[in-house]
Structures are given as structure tokens and as C-alpha cells.
């Protein structure tokens, strides 16, 4: 088979038009295992392929492409780093897409190999080439270029090639084209600056990053909207908070927020600002975070009150965040009554709202009230119990009201709740005493899909391996919660069936 997909190859390098030529080759390479033609390919030569590429003639671009997709997986990147430069250059430049884009993956390919990649790092041409492919309509082509130039980043010479040389300059005019182009750009720098100190240090020094923060603390609000997405990505690394800190950025954040209640246009940019706070919190520490900016507690809780369920729904992510660490739980708790009040609003919500939200408020209560067997003190196992009886009149009916929906999202949301307090016991107390609950546990005909069984089934482990179960349900209780864990999540019992004397 490779054979044939040789001699045919040698064909098409001698054929003008060669379409039926392309269509059998496209064909036979369909056949030929990757392994054989790595074996062949000393032997492929794929000069005329890439010529034919610049021929203004549609159907054989789509085959040129498809065939060169197959046989470039063959051919090392080293290979094709130094054998297929001009051709590669070529492709970067290409009217249509589907070339830009098979180029950029096979750029992808030697990228990703260190052997290879200094081939590129050598090769101004091509490196300015993927630049000014961030700056095309096409997205797919765009994401390519900025992965590519992101994975370059990751060395010593890569940083060097892409900031201390034309490069930068080149990045630059891209941005210039609109919009859309310059936050694609500041979405690599973001990138690259997260990997170390030392690469948001080039970073820096090229005056990228101090026009995005620049922009994040302008008067437009939209751009702000987009920016803090950025700036937020940037502070998931340790290096990247120290900095926003040493720059004052975080203190601007927090200065808009504490402005937003006089801008009319707040509600654009006011939900990512909260965010940026929440993940804040999570990753240092949600005591100090709080107490330094009293402002991003007083926020979310003026949005949990708010009526535009966008804020509400910002309100109640950024909560779960929030408490999900025994730290953050303290924090909320030492808000007191105005906390309960929140938890009461938080209860309505998973009633009452769209799907959409019931889920958010179902996931953020499922994170509020999850306690690790070891972070199980009186103190906080009284506390969890408080918050529950805060969500509603009776808040275990409630749930099982939003499981029993026909909708398998809120159903499997609403058994993730149970299975958050399922190895404290409170809950298991109140499980016990609610009539037809363990029932409803047990019963595994009221889960008909696969998410559905996987959430009942975590339900019923979390119960089954906690050290109170036994007392608090029972011994009998106990041993049908221990034979549905060792059965599986899909386990269907089997019908008996009678033989009737006499029926056919």
C-alpha cells in the first residue's frame, strides 16, 4: 500500500492537473498504517504537493491538504524543520485557512520538540510569520499561532526570539489591527507571564502587560469587562499576585469597586471584578482577603439581594468559592444574621430561579456545606447544621423536591447537595427521620441515566464509609447501603421469571 501511495505521489509531481491523480491518493493513504510510511519516509517527496497549494484551484487545495495532513505525520518534526522551511513559510501565508491552519499544526508538532524548536527560533521569517497569524479573521488560526508562540516561550531562547529581538515590534503593529487582535495578544502575554517570574519579567519590560493593566483601570467599561478575565488568569499564579500587589492593581480593583454603586454602567464590568476577588481568596487566603477589602464581601452580598439574576448568579459562584475551605466558612460565619438571611435567599433561589441558576445555587451549597471527616469539630459540624435549617422550612424536602424534576442536571445537583453533608451526623439524623428518604436512597429506579446513577452512587458510598452510618441507620440500613456499593453504580436486579404448566 505504501508502495502504491509512492508511485503515486511521483504521479502527481508530474501531472499539470493532476485531480484524479490527488482523489486516488487521498484514497490509498486512507489504507496505509502511519507506521509504513514512517518506514518510507526517506522516499516522500512533497515539493510538488506544496506547489500545487498555490494554485488558485479549490478542490485541489482540499486534497492537497488532506493528503499532506497524513503524510506530514510521518516525516520527524526535525525533518520538517529543516527540509520544509520555505515551504512552511509559504503555508503561514496562504490566502486560505485550512493551509494556514495545517501549517501551524505541523509548527505545533516541532514546537513540542526540543530538538527541533531551535530549528524555528533560527528562522526569523517564520516566527514573524506566526505573529502576524494572531492577527487573521480566523480564530482556529489564531489559537494555533498564540499556542505555538506560547510553547516557544517556554525556554530561555524562546523568550530572547520573542522579546529582545523585531519580533516585539511586530507583536506590536498586530495588536494595532482592532480590537478583538490586541486582546488576543494580551491573552499570550498573559500566558507566558503565568509559567515564571522570570517570563513575566520580559513580559513587563515589554510594556504589554502595563498597557493591559492600563486598560483594565480606563474609563471604558467594556474593555474593563474584558481585561479583568485577563488580569484574573494572571493572578491563579503565586508570581502573579505578588505583582499585581507590588503594582497596586489589586488596591484599583478594589477603589472601582467601592466606585461602582454611582457608575450606571457597573453592572458590565462589576461581575468579573467580584470573580477576581473570589479566586483571590481561594488561592491565598480568604481572612485576609476579606479583611482588606471589606468592599468584596459587601459586594457579594448586595448582589445576592439584587434582582438581575447575572448578579445573583456571580453572587452565589463566588460564595461556593468562598466556602469551600474551612477558612472561608469562618469567614462567612462571623457575618452572623445577615449570612442566614443570604442562605435563606440562596434556598429560594435553587426553588424558584431558571435551571441555570437552581444548578449554581445547588453547586455553591453543595461547597458551603462539605466538611472532610478531619475538619469535623463540634464547632463547625454545630455550625453546617445552623446554615442548613437557614436554606428553608424543611431544606432535606426541598432538595428532594428539585431531585424528583425531570431534568437529569438539577436531579444529579440536588444528590450532590445530600452527598456534601452525607458523612456528617446531623444529616445523617435528619436523613433517617425524614420519612421515605432511605427509601428514596436505596431505590435505584429512579435514576435512568449514566450521570444520574454516578451521582446516586457517590450519595450512596459517602454514607456507607462514614463511621456513623451504622449507629444512626441501623445495622439492616447499613448492610443494604454496603450491598449497593458492592454492586455498582449500574447494577440491575434481575427479573424472575415463573414457568406456568401448560403455557407455550
Known amino acids: 500500500m505504501a508502495a502504491q501511495a509512492l508511485m503515486l505521489l511521483r504521479e502527481v509531481s508530474r501531472l499539470e492537473a493532476p485531480l484524479e491523480e490527488l482523489r486516488a491518493l487521498q484514497s490509498v493513504l486512507q489504507s496505509v498504517p502511519l507506521s509504513e510510511l514512517r518506514e518510507q519516509a526517506a522516499e516522500l517527496r512533497l515539493g510538488p504537493l506544496f506547489s500545487l497549494l498555490n494554485e488558485n484551484h479549490r478542490e485541489q487545495t482540499t486534497l492537497c491538504v488532506s493528503i499532506l495532513e497524513r503524510l506530514l505525520q510521518a516525516l520527524e518534526p526535525v525533518h520538517m524543520a529543516r527540509n520544509l522551511r520555505s515551504d512552511l513559510q509559504r503555508g503561514l501565508t496562504h490566502p486560505n485557512d485550512s493551509v494556514k491552519i495545517l501549517t501551524l499544526s505541523q509548527v505545533g508538532r516541532i514546537v513540542e520538540n526540543s530538538d527541533a524548536v531551535t530549528e524555528i527560533l533560527n528562522n526569523a521569517e517564520l516566527l514573524k510569520q506566526i505573529v502576524y497569524c494572531i492577527g487573521g479573521e480566523n480564530l482556529s488560526v489564531a489559537k494555533a499561532a498564540i499556542k505555538s508562540l506560547s510553547r ?12 529582545e529581538s523585531n519580533l516585539l515590534d511586530d ?13 488576543r495578544v494580551y491573552e499570550l502575554i498573559v500566558e507566558i507571564s503565568s509559567v515564571s517570574p522570570e517570563s513575566l519579567n520580559y513580559c513587563t519590560t515589554s510594556g504589554l502587560v502595563t498597557q493591559l493593566l492600563k486598560e483594565l483601570t480606563g474609563e471604558d467599561v467594556l474593555v474593563r469587562a474584558t481585561c479583568i ?23 484599583q480593583i478594589s477603589n472601582i469597586i467601592v466606585g461602582a454603586d454611582s457608575d450606571p454602567f457597573s453592572s458590565f464590568y462589576l461581575p468579573g471584578f467580584v470573580k477576581f476577588f473570589g479566586n483571590l481568596a481561594i488561592m491565598d487566603s480568604p481572612q485576609q482577603v476579606c479583611e482588606r477589602y471589606p468592599v468584596f464581601v459587601e459586594k457579594v452580598f448586595e448582589m445576592m439581594e439584587s434582582q438581575d439574576p447575572t448578579m445573583i448568579g456571580v453572587a452565589v459562584d463566588t460564595i461556593g468559592i468562598l466556602g469551600s475551605n474551612v477558612e472561608g466558612k469562618q469567614v462567612l460565619q462571623k457575618t452572623g444574621t445577615r449570612f442566614e438571611r443570604l442562605l435563606m435567599r440562596m434556598g429560594y433561589q435553587a426553588k424558584n430561579a431558571s435551571t441555570e441558576l437552581k444548578i ?3 453547586d455553591a451549597i453543595s461547597s458551603l456545606f462539605y466538611l472532610p471527616p478531619e475538619q469535623q469539630t463540634d464547632d463547625l459540624l454545630r455550625m453546617a447544621e445552623s446554615w442548613f435549617s437557614s436554606l428553608s422550612r424543611d431544606p432535606l424536602e426541598l432538595f428532594r423536591g428539585i431531585s424528583n424534576q425531570p431534568f437529569p442536571e438539577l436531579h444529579c445537583a440536588a444528590l450532590k447537595v445530600f452527598t456534601a453533608i452525607a458523612n456528617q451526623p446531623w444529616a445523617q439524623k435528619l436523613m433517617f427521620h425524614s420519612p421515605g428518604f432511605v427509601e428514596y436512597v436505596m431505590d435505584r429506579s429512579v435514576e435512568h441515566d449514566k450521570a444520574s446513577k454516578d451521582a ?11 463511621k456513623t452510618i451504622a449507629e444512626i441507620f441501623g445495622n439492616p440500613n447499613y448492610l443494604r447501603l454496603r450491598t449497593y456499593l458492592s454492586e455498582g453504580p449500574y447494577y440491575v436486579k434481575p427479573i424472575s421469571t415463573t414457568a406456568v404448566e401448560g403455557a407455550e
Open 152 to 163: 516557544i516561550s517556554l525556554t530561555q531562547a524562546g523568550l530572547e526570539a520573542l522579546f
Open 171 to 183: 507583536l506590536k503593529n498586530v495588536m494595532k489591527t482592532n480590537d478583538i487582535v490586541r486582546y
Open 229 to 251: 478575565e485577563m488580569v484574573t488568569s494572571l493572578a491563579c499564579t503565586h508570581h502573579g499576585r505578588q505583582y499585581l500587589a507590588q503594582e497596586g492593581v489589586i488596591d
Open 360 to 362: 449554581r445555587c445547588l
Open 456 to 466: 446516586k452512587y457517590e450519595l450512596v458510598k459517602a454514607l456507607a464509609n462514614s
